[in-house]
């Protein structure tokens, strides 16, 4: 168990980076921090509100977050010492989506091969609203922007990513005038190209296995989930 002393600021969320030696910490601000001492490298400014999901991209590189508002950003991240005249690292892309970000994270893998740099990157964003999509980016749309020679606040996001999500989970619609709202309550990615899906009522939820990709590895357009049964898990194509 690691302990570090208590700061000022409130931490909301805690993720580890895939590397095992930092940590990004979510409070009103993200805090990117060194394991071992848990000394701070860098501090993300951009969020209204307290962190509410933070997660990390297979390879390290990127970070993304979101406050419980309908943004999210993606982080470009650099492991550099915070004395460093390059410590602060910059936001790559954001999304707006239509209602606030309950959850998000990133798909696991997505590399060619042992070692190298995954061509795109993909999340997934769950919504308050229950709607529930799967986003892939290039990663040369996700370049970090070039090293200012002067250590300044982060810029703008350089990339704007599309509202409308690259594969859409949706839940069959139900008999006309059948009672009791249903939406799709959570999600995780339980592998490359398959998601984990909660969803029905939070009295009785159900779970899906969801494939999100075609054979050739592009998201597939829509994944319908079937109505919720008396099963408690289902597999949707």
């Avoid at 951009?46 to 590189?61: I, K, N, T």
């Avoid at 249903?182 to 009522?201: D, K, N, P, T």
Wanted: positive net charge; hydrophobic residues 40%; contains cysteine.
């Amino acid at each position: 168990v690691h302990t570090f002393k208590a700061g000022k600021a409130a931490v909301h969320r805690l993720c580890l980076a895939p590397d095992g030696l930092h940590a990004a910490l979510g409070g009103s601000a993200i805090r990117l921090v060194r394991r071992e001492g848990w000394k701070r490298l860098a501090r993300l400014p951009g969020h209204a509100e307290p962190v509410q999901c933070l997660s990390f991209s297979p390879d390290g590189r990127y970070l993304l977050s979101s406050s419980g508002d309908r943004h999210l950003t993606l982080w470009s991240v650099s492991y550099a010492s915070a004395s460093s005249s390059d410590a602060l690292e910059q936001s790559a892309a954001s999304l707006a989506l239509e209602a606030d970000v309950v959850s998000a994270g990133f798909r696991p893998g997505g590399g060619s091969g042992e070692g190298e740099a995954p061509s795109s990157y993909a999340f997934f964003a769950l919504a308050a609203d229950g709607r529930l999509g799967v986003w892939s980016v290039p990663a040369s749309t996700l370049a970090p922007p070039k090293k200012a020679k002067k250590k300044k606040a982060a810029a703008p996001p350089s990339a704007r990513l599309p509202p409308a999500a690259g594969c859409a989970v949706s839940i069959a619609p139900g008999e006309p005038g059948a009672g009791g709202e249903e939406r799709i309550l959570c999600a995780a990615f339980s592998g490359e190209h398959e998601l984990l899906v909660g969803y029905g009522s939070p009295a009785r939820p159900h779970f899906a296995r969801v494939s999100v990709a075609l054979p050739g590895g592009e998201l597939k357009p829509e994944v319908v989930l079937p109505r919720p049964s008396e099963g408690l898990l289902a597999a949707a194509d």
